[in-house]
């Protein structure tokens, strides 16, 4: 058997249920395995180790009952995701110290299913970011090369999985969020269909384009994940009453027949080669395995990215409001109500999303808000058309899931529009609230390139099934770095 902190959920669970282990001592080579590696990658913001070992003692006494795959399995958790009793931060000052008094709808179901929590993950300043640099306490690093980001803005939980320290976590997707770390990663990752799973507890950057959603190392491991924490939730007006489906079940490693639909607009100038090249090869695998490639066109998406930095930056300056230090939240003292306001604001929040709140507030505002509001949702609904007609014809759609490798720290912190440029490819599906896929497809460089499924809505076990049978095929989710 490999050593503990390099199995996956279903090794762990193989283990667990052979008696060739338990959770304390797979939850001890955890914690050793954070403590080990933390200083270099500095993933996590808070680590639970006492709360977990008690989880994992409670997880090991009740192993006879035990139904749930990931009872007894470490997991680490995303810091936009409230958490009792555990500081959940945002990776803001504004809300240094803050300890929730509830856990979110998808804390209590993984509490349910006995899984156990190592703690909370470095992020990108309230989600806002691609690389994980915004974070007002730390950077992150990719575990494959020290030097570059892990991607963004849950590069935190993409890190954490790569660099061995959980073999699942979970993170948020507003714009690719963990699609995007993911692949810079080497590792896989799924943003559910908008209203699969429960936003409740969430800490919302943009209402209409979150969602939560899983990364491990494989796809099987992915489906476990989100059959515990799918399903429809009273308390989240968003969640959707649709049934869960045996996503396990779905993973028959079978593609014939499926037809998978290529667009061009994903192949742009600035996609590097070593990237194009990978993602072409994959398309050749799963085309071997009896999918039907057809090339197709979605010929909205050269606005999508114009129309995202529009719609999301105005839901979180809305979002963001509640920020004034005077309900919750650290307070920097003024002389009036005002100043008081404007200090904490201006001074707690990062560069990055005062940024964004000034261009929310901006397109919000009177005289813009049709010119640019407006005609964003127009665009907005032009591409979900678009994807609709699209999958009229196709099964799925297969892209790269990133232009671009890891790039260097600091490479792109000054120019924003770069920045914004790498969630190209990912920004659409949640403009259009569709499921997406992230798998490893190759190197380039020396580092990860990730390959993008994306799916109908609510057609999650497809994705999945797609995902699982590419990865029985190659060997790519099985490369660890070597940290």
Known sequence: MSELHQLTITQARAALDAGETTALELTEAFLARIAHTEPQ????????AEQARAQAQAADAQRGSATSPLHGIPLAIKDVICTKDVPTTCASRILE???????????????????VLLGKLNCDE????????????????????????????????????????????????????????????????LKPTYGRVSRYGLIAFASSLDQI???????????????????????DGTSAPEPVPDYTAALTGDVRGLKIGIPQEYFIEGTEPGVATAVQRAFAVLQAQGAELVEISLPHTKHAIPAYYVIAPAEASANLARYDGVRYGVRQPGESLWEQIERTRGELF???VRRRIMIGTYVLSAGYYDAYYRRAQKVRTLLKRDFTQAFAEVDLIATP??????????????????????????V?????????????????????????????????AMLLRAGDAYQRATDWHTHRPTL
Request: hydrophobic share 45%.
């Open 41 to 48: 990658v500095q993933a996590f913001l808070h680590l639970t």
């Open 97 to 115: 110290g803050f300890v929730p008094p509830y856990n979110a709808t998808v804390i209590e179901r993984l509490e349910r299913s006995g899984a």
């Open 126 to 189: 309230f989600a806002m970011g691609s690389s994980t640099e915004n974070s007002a306490y730390q950077i992150t690093r990719n575990p494959w090369d020290l030097e570059r980001v892990p991607g963004g803005s849950s590069g935190g939980s993409a890190a954490a999985v790569a660099a061995m320290q959980a073999p699942a976590t979970l993170g948020t997707d507003t714009g690719g969020s963990v699609r995007q770390p993911a692949a810079l990663c080497g590792i896989s990752a």
């Open 213 to 235: 959603g899983p990364l491990a190392w494989s796809v099987a491991d992915l489906a476990l994940l989100l059959q515990v924490i799918a399903g429809h939730d009273p308390r």
């Open 350 to 352: 990062g560069a990055e």
């Open 401 to 426: 899931t990133s232009p671009t490798i890891a790039f260097k720290v600091g490479q792109k912190a000054d120019d924003p529009l770069a920045m914004y440029l790498s969630d190209v490819f990912t």
């Open 428 to 460: 659409t599906a949640n403009m259009a609230g569709i499921p997406g896929l992230a798998v490893p497809c190759g190197f380039s460089e020396g580092l990860p390139v990730g390959l993008q499924l994306l799916g109908r809505p609510f057609a999650e």
